[in-house]
């Protein structure tokens, strides 16, 4: 183990206590927000905690710093430093929350300015190149924001060192890892294109789309369910013993549907902006002509941060579903809409394609939708440090998109939901699609299915695996 692997467990042991005392602080301090964006007035909240120096094994300190690093994500920044030896090391640990899902990507590298595109990785991320055979388990690296071409040349780094020495104790497997190196050389080259499977189990990594946001022909991203032996990983443990269970069934009629249409129900949770403690609102409720959905709502105290999210109280259904709605006037944009979590959003006029996962599921109007799709593509990771052809391209995209706002452009907006949980207004009587709607029902591809987990699914005859 190297000295910097060392005093991360070391810096680890304490991160439990660490972090609850910059949480308590921050209850404590006005409900200070624990994450805040990073300056250089931040100096006041560092945490100062002994940790044993890996080198001298003498008492060095380790300082914590939670912060917010602009378009990324919550990171918490360690600094070691020994007085006695005057080792040092610094490291940064994600603090962001695991998704749902984990994220797969590949990337088809095909020519030079594919090597310059940003990758977001974090330390639960494996990396293959198979053309070279190449592979970076998971956790045998700490997360980074990078490119493809620091990819492998932190690859071709961690290699070479070492070698003088190899090639002298062992020569065969020196010169192994020298022609390995040559392989790896030759990618940055190009000669011929490659491939860069990226798959992270906790959701948080990123490869860029330079075309943003149109679709990437060169990259594609898919989501899966984790195993019980990736959630384990991460950390997340079921409660298989009943007598650990947290959530204990109701007696027969204790609480009947009635009560809970009219209930508004609360849980604890933190802020996802300033990760102070608040509360989130959940209530039942039914949709005419549609289906009882789950409306969720949170509201930060603190910062002010408002959420809300929608999911169907109902199953997937039998068939997916289409929706293609022509936005021509004011009257369109005040449809109502609910957009589930495994909704994809389209604009065709505009060549713009918005995954199910960048937008969550949400019940608000055709304005509402266009609002958030507009709002986060002015946020984009990377937008303040991108290219000048990139920040002129966008912002040039932003501008047809306050047409489209305006009403100075017409567009359809197409809504594609292959669990058939999403829903949108018709400006008819009988509920029927008017003019400027059009609805359609399709059988959803293996793919579909793999993406929502049905193909694994076994409805009939479980009781004997059981």
Known sequence: MSSGAGTTVAAESADATASAGVASAAVTAQQEPIFQ???????????????????????GITRLLPTKIPFFREVVLMSFKCEHCGHMNNEMQSASEIQKNGVRIELDVQKPSD????????????????EVELEIPVQSQKGEVTTVEGIIERTITGLSQDQEKRRIDHPTEAASIDAFIDRLRQLKLLNKPFRLLLEDISGNSFIENPLAPASDPQLKMGHFTRTQAQNEQLGLYDQNHEEQNLLKPMAEGEWNIENLHGEVLQFATNCPNCQVPCETNMKLTNIPHFKEVVIMAT???????????????????PEGVRFKVRVASKEDLTRDVLKSETCSLSIPELD??????????????????????????????????????????LERFLDTFDNVLKLQQVITLVLEDPAGNTYVQSLTDNDEPDDKLTVER?????????????NDMKTENYEKDA
């Open 115 to 130: 090597l310059n595109r940003r990758v977001v990785r974090s330390d639960n991320s494996s990396i293959s190149i198979p």
């Open 37 to 59: 964006e990073i300056n250089a007035e931040q100096a006041g909240d560092l945490v100062e905690i002994e940790s044993a120096c890996m080198r001298c094994f003498k008492t």
């Open 352 to 393: 713009m394609d918005v995954g199910p996962n960048a937008l969550c599921g949400r019940f608000t109007t055709i304005e509402g939708l266009l609002v958030a799709m507009r709002e986060q593509l002015d946020g984009t990771l990377f937008h303040d440090s991108a290219d000048e052809p990139s920040k002129r391209q």
């Open 442 to 454: 399709y059988e959803r591809s293996y793919e579909d299915n793999e993406e929502l987990g049905l």
């Open 299 to 317: 509201v930060c105290s603190r910062c002010g941060h408002k959420t809300n999210e929608v999911k169907s109280g109902g199953g997937i259904e």
